[in-house]
């Protein structure tokens, strides 16, 4: 019964029922009476004017409607989404916590930027064809009233995935999936299907050997600057109203009520009242009551599930069934080589894991390589390990584009993926026993190029109580107890 319950989906939006912080009453009811209160200690203290003993400015505030858990792309862009499709203008207050305020470390910043509909899943196809349109026209959605217009430097230059014999029909078939025929309406990826001597014509400087077939994008894939996007979203919420704390979130306060289902079995369900958030330099946590809790916390979004409970049942059940996204530690390396690929290469994805692009107009290239689950590297710092490069990407590189031969490495840095153990795809939408939790996480290396996109899906189900724009059903957390795979096999 809990089984199909779960597939039959998703019910009305929390916030869409007008659903408010308080258990007794809305936002607006407590400010009112946080006004009353302060006139009544005016009238009684000598002195002028209402003024507070400490300057708390830098503390979240006492009650959110929304609290998102992470501010990159995907928490700022649930936060933007949340605020444009409000029915009332100020109706919802969002509030966004980012513990890294500088974003030294966010995987936003320390990703290649590329965006691509090369994928396996429709789900993923659609979603970046939705988010590329949002980048295409980033000034009619990010706009703000005198400020400067946003340029994030997209580069159209396409991916070329290259398969070998083994990987060629699975490549075909992916290819199907992608192009417009897949789909009911005329929506779907300019993609074409190249032979070796096709391809050895149209980009002389690769070689071929050990290639049986490339997919090679043609419309709208290339890269852009994830900064950029990130300091645009971020600029374009707090126009609309959305507040910001540096700190981070160190408990969750919950609420529990036990059923049974129709068929004996037992459910307890839990819904989150209030978010203890550890204000940045200081030991001391603010309390913050709730009506949802948004989880897009990348590669750190498993333990803040943990926090919340989620997982911790008996094995088996849906109670113990946990987040399984994880931290995994990408290198990014910036290499010269003069004699390297012109201004029409594009992102190239070997057949052994290994990539690169152009960046900018100097000869300079971005690259790395996806390792397999033996090489993953120790994520518990961004420390670069230069060894791995000559060992396990040079030689990739050199044999794909023999002018690599002669590169120069002139730096490198690391990042993490917020890497789903489960099927390599993202975690959208509601936690079925925590009502009034929602996730945008565990994308494995995809996440910043679907932001736009993901975050008015989770607004959707948050306002409407379903997926409107695109159906992301098969990304939903009880997939993980159900045992229902949404593999993504282009994963790079």
């Not at 400087?205 to 900064?227: K, Q």
Request: net charge negative; proline share 6%.
């Amino acid at each position: 019964m809990l089984r199909r319950a779960l597939r039959l989906g998703l019910g009305p939006g929390l916030l869409g029922r007008g659903l408010g912080t308080h258990r007794e009453g809305s936002t607006l009811a407590w400010d009112g009476k946080v006004s009353e209160i302060k006139k009544k200690i005016q009238s009684i203290l000598p002195g002028g004017a209402w003024s507070p003993l400490c300057d708390t400015s830098h503390l979240p505030p006492e009650h959110s409607d929304v609290v998102i858990v992470g501010g990159g792309v995907l928490g700022l862009s649930v936060a933007y989404w949340l605020k444009r499709l409000e029915k009332q203008q100020g109706a919802i207050r969002v509030l966004v916590v980012e513990r890294d305020h500088t974003y030294s470390q966010a995987s936003t910043v320390l990703s290649v930027g590329g965006i691509r509909q090369q994928f396996s899943l429709p789900e993923n196809i659609q979603l970046s064809l939705f988010s590329v349109e949002f980048l295409r026209n980033i000034n009619e959605y990010l706009a703000v009233v005198d400020d400067p217009p946003l340029d994030l430097q997209f580069n159209p230059s396409g991916y070329l995935f290259l398969a070998s014999e083994e990987g060629a029909t699975i490549m075909e078939n992916n290819v199907k999936v992608q192009r417009p025929t897949h789909f009911s309406r005329q929506e779907g990826a300019k993609v074409c299907l190249m032979s070796p001597e096709q391809l050895q014509k149209k980009f002389p400087w690769i070689n071929t050997e050990g290639v049986a077939l490339a997919s090679y994008g043609l419309e709208n894939e290339g890269w852009f600057d994830p900064w950029c996007l990130l300091q645009g979203l971020r600029r374009k919420v707090q126009s609309m109203g959305v507040l910001f704390c540096h700190g981070e979130v160190t408990r969750f306060v919950s609420s529990s009520n036990h059923m049974e289902t129709t068929s004996g079995e037992k459910v307890t369900l839990r819904r989150i009242h209030e978010v203890h958030v550890k204000v940045d330099r200081s030991q001391e946590y603010q309390p913050v009551e709730c009506a949802i809790v948004v989880i897009a916390a990348g590669a750190w979004s498993g333990q803040i599930a943990e926090l919340a409970g989620i997982g911790k049942g008996p094995p088996g059940t849906l109670q113990g069934t946990r987040l399984p996204v994880e931290p995994r530690k990408r290198y990014v390396y910036l290499w010269h080589c003069p004699q390297g690929p012109g201004l029409e290469a594009p992102l190239v994805a070997d057949p052994s894991g290994a990539y690169f692009r152009r960046e900018g107009l100097g000869n300079n290239y971005l690259g790395g390589y996806s390792p397999t689950e033996e090489e993953e590297p120790d994520p518990g710092n961004l420390e670069v390990d230069h060894d791995f490069f000559q060992e396990k990407v040079w030689p990739h590189l050199a044999r794909r584009v023999p002018a690599f031969e002669t590169l120069k490495v002139r730096r490198a840095w690391a990042g993490y993926y917020d890497y789903n153990t489960f099927d390599q795809n993202g975690v959208v939408g509601p936690h079925p026993l925590v009502v009034n939790m929602y996730f945008a996480t565990g994308f494995s290396g995809h996440g910043l190029q679907q932001a736009p996109a993901v975050g008015r899906a989770v607004a959707e189900v948050m306002l409407e109580g379903r997926f409107q724009t695109i159906d992301l059903s098969p990304f939903l957390f009880s997939r993980f107890y159900l045992g229902e795979k949404a593999q993504e096999h282009c994963i790079i």
